[in-house]
């Protein structure tokens, strides 16, 4: 009567959110500031005061057919152009509107990029940890995920896993750095490596292999350089999106960037958003970013609560690497059992997400994109967590 597999993807939440709900009823029982929710990835710095002063000089002066009506599927022109643009003086590219297509956030830019490229039998490479949706994205279009076990002492590639796992089945490689949930990001030596590989392996099996660069963490950073994946390896489709960077994760918005020579890999793009139903993304949401392109993050409060977590739970007697990117610490268990751990902190109203739900057991999550108030109160709770474990 019914697909049996979208049945069970609607009514299994993830693990995330089913701990987010947790937070919801318990701080019902005990007062929202006695929750330590550090579950989601919902950006808590405000959006730029220049988002809010953009939409409004859109809306007062633009002709409202043009703020509300259809785009070409791929996207305004003029905003492609724009972004493009952006993109060549920062990372010195020679892109133009071709290049670009727009969509609703990077979920979909993904998703597109899967389906377009996927055919029978192909595998899709990533890496421990990994975004938990990357296998029901890549499932969906009829391809099957690989995952390599995570390097846990910095969170780069396993090379030498990954080299036995590709194969004449192996369509693309996923990335995403900075990392969701580690922090960790791919050096230039690592792209540089698995570039090479690809290149190798390319030529090997007489067919290209693609990366596919899921980069909606690209501005938050901390002090180091993020390598523009492109530069190193042509046959890369960069799926980017604005919710983080701006703090726009409810108005799905993104693009994917084809570099030159990959024209068929384009028309395949805008042949999966079709069948994805994508009429275009949002009208009034291309305008702004086309205006805001080049405008800087305010990541100050991230590396703030970085840099206070990460010190906390080392005197706590945690180990976890430093975070380079994004807002998430990957800290290791006190125990083997992760979803055991994981349970324990609740005691302290604590809400953690298991490492294993991102292909990496033994390990934590913990997302410090809320208030920096929050976290210097959770300390002293994450101290009596570890002293259980002590004594």
């Known amino acids: 009567m019914i697909n049996s597999k979208m049945y069970e993807l609607g009514t299994k939440k993830s693990t995330i959110r089913t701990i987010f709900e947790f937070g919801r009823k318990r701080a019902a029982e005990v007062g929202e500031e006695n929750i330590f929710d550090f579950s989601l990835g919902n950006p808590n ?82 890496f421990a940890p990994y975004f938990p949706e990357y296998k029901c994205f890549v499932e969906s279009v009829g391809g099957k995920l690989i995952v390599i076990p995570a390097q846990v002492e910095d969170f780069q ?83 980017y999106s604005y919710s983080k960077s701006f703090s726009l994760p409810g108005e799905r918005i993104g693009y994917i960037v084809v570099p030159n020579g990959l024209e068929k890999v384009y028309g395949a793009i805008a042949g999966a958003a079709r069948v994805l139903t994508h009429v275009n993304a949002p009208s009034l949401w291309q305008l702004v970013i086309a205006k805001c392109a080049g405008m800087p993050s305010d990541i100050s409060t991230y590396r703030r609560n970085a840099e206070l977590l990460y ?16 807002f998430y610490l990957f800290p290791k268990c006190l125990e083997s059992d992760d979803y055991a751990f994981c349970e324990r902190a609740k005691k302290y109203d604590l809400l953690l997400v298991p490492g294993n739900d991102f292909g990496c057991p033994g390990y ?28």
């Open 311 to 326: 010190n906390g739970l080392i005197d706590a007697g945690f180990t976890c690497n430093k975070p380079q990117g994004a």
């Open 364 to 391: 934590f999550r913990a997302a410090y994109c809320i208030k920096t108030e929050t976290i210097e109160r959770s300390l002293p709770l994450f101290k009596k967590l570890a002293a259980e474990y002590k004594n």
């Open 45 to 126: 710095v405000p959006t730029p005061q220049f988002i809010k002063d953009t939409i409004i000089e859109i809306l007062n002066t633009m002709e409202p057919t043009a703020i509300h009506g259809y785009t070409v599927a791929p996207g305004n022109p003029q905003v492609r152009a724009t972004i493009a643009k952006s993109i060549n003086e920062r990372f010195g590219t020679n892109y133009d509107a071709s290049n670009l297509f727009i969509t609703a956030g990077a979920a979909a830019a993904i998703t597109i990029s899967f389906k377009a490229l996927c055919e029978d039998n192909d595998e899709f490479i990533t």
């Open 157 to 239: 590639i396993n090379f030498d896993e990954f080299e036995k796992a590709i194969n004449e089945h192996t369509k693309a490689i996923i990335i995403n750095s900075p990392n969701n949930p580690s922090g960790a990001v791919y050096s230039e030596a690592t792209i540089k490596r698995l570039s090479e590989i690809l290149l190798k392996k390319s030529e090997e099996f007489d067919k290209p292999i693609f990366i596919i660069s899921d980069e909606p963490y690209r501005e938050i950073a901390y002090d180091v350089e993020i390598p523009y994946v492109p530069n190193y390896y042509n046959n890369t489709l960069v799926c």
